[in-house]
C-alpha cells in the first residue's frame, strides 16, 4: 500500500512539475491546439507589430547596470521569409537593426539569431529565414545620462518584396532604459 501511495505522489508530482509553462515558452507557441489558437503572450512592455507576413515583438531587458539586450522574436506567416542578418553577402533588406546617436547607446557584438538560418539553395545561396526566429542584440550604455535614441528594425519582407521598417525609441530615464514606440 506504501509502495503505490509513494510512486503515485511521484507520478502527480511529475505531471505536475511538465504542466508549468514558462511565459518565454508560451511566446513561442504560435500554433493551433486542438483547433483553438494560441497566440504569443506579450509582456505590457513588449512593442508588437502585427503583418499579414509577420509579428514582430521587441523588448529590452537588464543585464547588468552598463549592458541591455534588446530581443526581437520574429514569428513569420503565410511564407514569409527575409535575408537573415548573418548572410555575408550586400543584401540592401538583409534583416538590420539601426540605432542613432552613438554617444549614448552602442550596440556590443555581433546579433544572435537562433535558430540558425540555413542557405537556401533555390534561391541563389542565401541564408534566408524561413521560420520563427529570435534575435538578441547586446547593447552598452555608455553615459548617465538621461537620454532617449531612435532606432529601428529594417529588412525586406519577401513573397511581397517589400522594406520594412520597424521605428522604437530607447529611453533612458533614471537608469531605467525602456522601449516604446516611435510614431503612429
Known amino acids: ?53 509577420y509579428t514582430a515583438i521587441i523588448r529590452i531587458d537588464k543585464q547588468n547596470d552598463k549592458e541591455h ?29 539601426v540605432l542613432t546617436e552613438p554617444q549614448h547607446l552602442q550596440t556590443n557584438g555581433a546579433i544572435i539569431e537562433t535558430p540558425l538560418s540555413k542557405v537556401d539553395e533555390n534561391e541563389g545561396f542565401v541564408k534566408l529565414v524561413r521560420e520563427n526566429t529570435y534575435y538578441k542584440q547586446s547593447l552598452k550604455v555608455l553615459t548617465n545620462e538621461n537620454f532617449e535614441v531612435s532606432g529601428h528594425i529594417q529588412f525586406t519582407i519577401e513573397p511581397r518584396c517589400t522594406l520594412e521598417k520597424i521605428p522604437f525609441i530607447l529611453s533612458n530615464v533614471d537608469g531605467k532604459l525602456s522601449l516604446k514606440i516611435d510614431g503612429c
Open 69 to 97: 539586450v534588446l530581443s526581437i522574436q520574429m514569428n513569420l506567416k503565410k511564407n514569409g521569409y527575409f535575408v537573415s542578418p548573418t548572410e555575408s553577402g550586400a543584401f540592401t533588406g538583409k534583416f538590420t537593426i
Open 1 to 53: 500500500m506504501n509502495n503505490n501511495l509513494f510512486f503515485g505522489l511521484l507520478l502527480l508530482s511529475f505531471n505536475y512539475n511538465c504542466a508549468e509553462v514558462n511565459s518565454q515558452d508560451m511566446a513561442q507557441n504560435t500554433t493551433a491546439v486542438d483547433s483553438v489558437y494560441v497566440g504569443p503572450t506579450y509582456f505590457s512592455d513588449d512593442l508588437v507589430r502585427e503583418d499579414s507576413l
